[in-house]
Nanobody, 124 residues
Framework: QVQLVESGGGLVQAGGSLRLSCAVSGRAFGSYAIGWFRQAPGKEREFVSTISWSGGSTYYRDSVKGRFTISRDNVQNTAYLQMNSLKPEDTAVYYC?????????????????WGQGTQVTVSS
């Protein structure tokens, strides 16, 4: 059974930082891309960032470029999202997801397995 567990969310003031983690079990973690998505209250879930199976390629939505960094540790079967210079508009539930293949994709339909989400709240 594939399981993804996010952690690291919380309440932070604008300009602060958080590091989200996504621990994956039950599948060959190192063979698949990882994606991070978020969903704010009353809004649709949106793509945040993705990293290829090897960690050699990454992609970000424009609004987080230069502030967020995605990474992965294929020995620890864990992915990370380092979030710096946080803004109130970053407030959302953040989800990690395991892709169907090795390559980068922004579409949520590419991702088969999802975590339960972790709340990030940025106060102004």
């Amino acid at each position: 059974q594939v399981q993804l567990v996010e952690s690291g969310g919380g309440l932070v003031q604008a300009g602060g930082s958080l590091r989200l983690s996504c621990a994956v079990s039950g599948r060959a973690f190192g063979s698949y891309a990882i994606g991070w998505f978020r969903q704010a209250p009353g809004k649709e879930r949106e793509f945040v960032s993705t990293i290829s199976w090897s960690g050699g390629s990454t992609y970000y939505r424009d609004s987080v470029k230069g502030r967020f960094t995605i990474s992965r540790d294929n020995v620890q079967n864990t992915a990370y999202l380092q979030m710096n210079s946080l803004k109130p508009e970053d407030t959302a539930v953040y989800y990690c997801a395991l892709g169907n293949g090795r390559d980068l994709r922004m579409s949520q339909y590419y991702y088969t397995y999802w975590g339960q989400g972790t709340q990030v709240t940025v106060s102004s």
